[in-house]
């Protein structure tokens, strides 16, 4: 029995317009730790020690060795079966979009193509007073618990992650808020939704008329305002479904 219903199935196979948003959750399968699961990224730290400018600019050692090492965990795995999903999902529908919150890169190492970085991508770094774009090699002082400092200005250099109190990417919320007004289907896959704007998505969809499905391991923060809530982990549940919608249009 199929953790998903007759309905998902139909809406998704005869969906013109498709919009996701992902979270954390989807990349828990692929070794990347969450954020605020039992064993996530801030259980040593709270989100106001790390991810936010003032904290930067108090330990920029600290801040900066903590995104080399979420750079080293990314670039030591792969993307799983729930961002191979959707990357297939991506080929199936006339319209679809992937907004996610996740900087982690493996949507598109996925193979999807539509995808907004709402909060950016740490596999790119710039200058926080110059806005050079940082190579690798500017990286390595980090390695030596040394500042990484920019080249041309002698800046600080910072992951091209939106942090909080910051403003998301020019125009991403927006792109992301009219697929969502625009859908017929909408998924929410492994997010909290605690985290604004991004979990207004969801419910931009919903207002609209979306059919909004929730795919997670446990109920989240909006899951009552959900169409339909699917209990599982992604890259269990995403597969699944691709692989019904597949067989109901055959
Ligand atoms: C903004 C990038 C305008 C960095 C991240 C006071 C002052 C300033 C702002 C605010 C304020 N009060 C509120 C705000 C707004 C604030 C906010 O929402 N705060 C919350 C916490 C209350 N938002 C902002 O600041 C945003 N900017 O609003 O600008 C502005 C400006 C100034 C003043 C006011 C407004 C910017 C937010 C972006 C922050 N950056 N990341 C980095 O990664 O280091 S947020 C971070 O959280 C990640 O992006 C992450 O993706 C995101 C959301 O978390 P989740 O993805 O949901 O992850 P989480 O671990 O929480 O949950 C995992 C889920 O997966 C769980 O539900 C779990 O059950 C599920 N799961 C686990 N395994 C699986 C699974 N599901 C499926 N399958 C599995 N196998």
């Known amino acids: 029995m199929p953790p998903f219903s007759e309905t998902l199935v139909e809406r998704l196979a005869c969906a ?7 979270g954390a959750g989807i990349s828990a399968e692929s070794g990347v730790p969450t954020f605020r699961d039992p064993d996530g990224l801030w259980q040593q730290f709270r989100p106001e020690e790390l991810a936010n400018i003032d904290a930067f600019l108090r330990n920029p050692v600290l801040v900066q060795g903590w995104y080399a090492h979420r750079r080293a965990v990314v670039e030591d795995v792969q993307p799983n079966p729930g961002h191979d999903a959707l990357a297939e999902l991506e080929r199936l529908v006339p319209h679809f979009l992937l907004a996610t919150q996740n900087v982690d890169d493996l949507h598109r190492r996925a193979g999807s193509e539509r995808i907004i970085e709402l909060h950016g991508n740490l596999t790119r770094s710039y200058c926080a007073d110059c806005d050079r774009p940082a190579s690798r090699d500017d ?3 980090i390695d030596n618990g040394a500042e990484a400092r920019c080249r041309s200005c002698a800046g600080l250099l910072r992951p091209d992650v ?4 910051e403003m998301l990417p020019d125009g991403a919320m927006e792109r992301a808020a009219e697929a969502a007004a625009q859908a017929d289907v909408f998924l929410s896959v492994g997010t909290r939704a605690v985290v604004y704007p991004a979990a207004g998505l969801p419910l931009i969809a919903r207002e609209a008329g979306a059919y909004v499905v929730e795919v ?7 899951a009552s305002e959900m169409s ?3 209990l599982g982990p992604s890259g269990e549940v995403l597969p699944a479904l691709l692989d019904a919608v597949r067989a109901f249009t055959e």
């Open 16 to 22: 013109e317009r498709v919009a996701v948003l992902t």
């Open 139 to 141: 990286l390595a002082a």
């Open 162 to 165: 939106v942090w909080f109190g």
């Open 216 to 222: 997670n391991v446990e109920r989240s923060a909006i």
């Open 228 to 230: 339909e809530v699917v």
